[in-house]
C-alpha cells in the first residue's frame, strides 16, 4: 500500500513539474507541424493553382522537388569534403555536423510537395543563413551537452587534443 502510494505521489509531482510543462509544448509544437503547415501548404497550392493553372502548379512543385534534390547533393558534398578536411587536421567538426544535418532536413522539405516548405527547404541550402542558424542552434543547445574528447596526452582544450597520440601507430 505505502508503495502504491509513493508511486502516485511521484507521478502527480511529475504531472506539475517542468518536465510536464515541456511536453505539453512539445505537443503544440508537433500540432503545429502536422496540422496547420499541411492545411497552410494545402490552401496556397490551391491558390496558386487557381491563379496558375493546374499544370504548372505541378510543373512547379515537380521543379522545385529536383532542384532541391541537386543542390541538396551539391551542398552535402561540400559539407562532407569540410568535415573530412576537419577531421585529417585533428578538428572536431561541430559546425559542419550541424550544417550537414540542416542540409539533409533541407533536402527533405525540398522534395515534399509545398510553398512554405520550399522557402524554408532553400534557405536552408544558403550558406549564410545556415551559418547563422547554426550558431543559435549551437548556442541554444551548448549548455545541455558536454564535449567528451580522447585521450590524447595533451592538456585539455589545445587545438589539438581531439587527435590522438597513437593515431599514427599501426599495430601488427
Known amino acids: 500500500m505505502q508503495i502504491k502510494n509513493a508511486g502516485k505521489n511521484a507521478y502527480l509531482s511529475c504531472l ?27 490552401y496556397l497550392l490551391i491558390m496558386v493553382g487557381a491563379r496558375i493553372g493546374f499544370l504548372p502548379t505541378l510543373g512547379l512543385v515537380v521543379f522545385t522537388g529536383i532542384l532541391g534534390a541537386s543542390l541538396a547533393r ?16 585533428g578538428r572536431p567538426p561541430t559546425d559542419k555536423l550541424i550544417e550537414g544535418a540542416m542540409i539533409v532536413v533541407g533536402g527533405i522539405v525540398l522534395i515534399t510537395p509545398g510553398i512554405l516548405t520550399d522557402l524554408f527547404g532553400f534557405a536552408l541550402m544558403v550558406p549564410k543563413f545556415r551559418k547563422r542558424l547554426a550558431g543559435s542552434l549551437k548556442k541554444s543547445f551548448g549548455g545541455n551537452f558536454s564535449t567528451i574528447r580522447p585521450n590524447s596526452g595533451g592538456k585539455p582544450g589545445d587545438k589539438d587534443s581531439f587527435k590522438n597520440s597513437r593515431d599514427d601507430v599501426i599495430d601488427v
Do not use: H
Open 16 to 42: 506539475y513539474s517542468r518536465d510536464a510543462q515541456n511536453v505539453g509544448s512539445m505537443f503544440s509544437r508537433l500540432l503545429f507541424l502536422f496540422i496547420f503547415i499541411p492545411i497552410a501548404e494545402l
Open 74 to 89: 551539391q551542398q552535402g558534398l561540400s559539407t562532407l569534403a569540410k568535415i573530412q578536411s576537419e577531421l585529417q587536421s
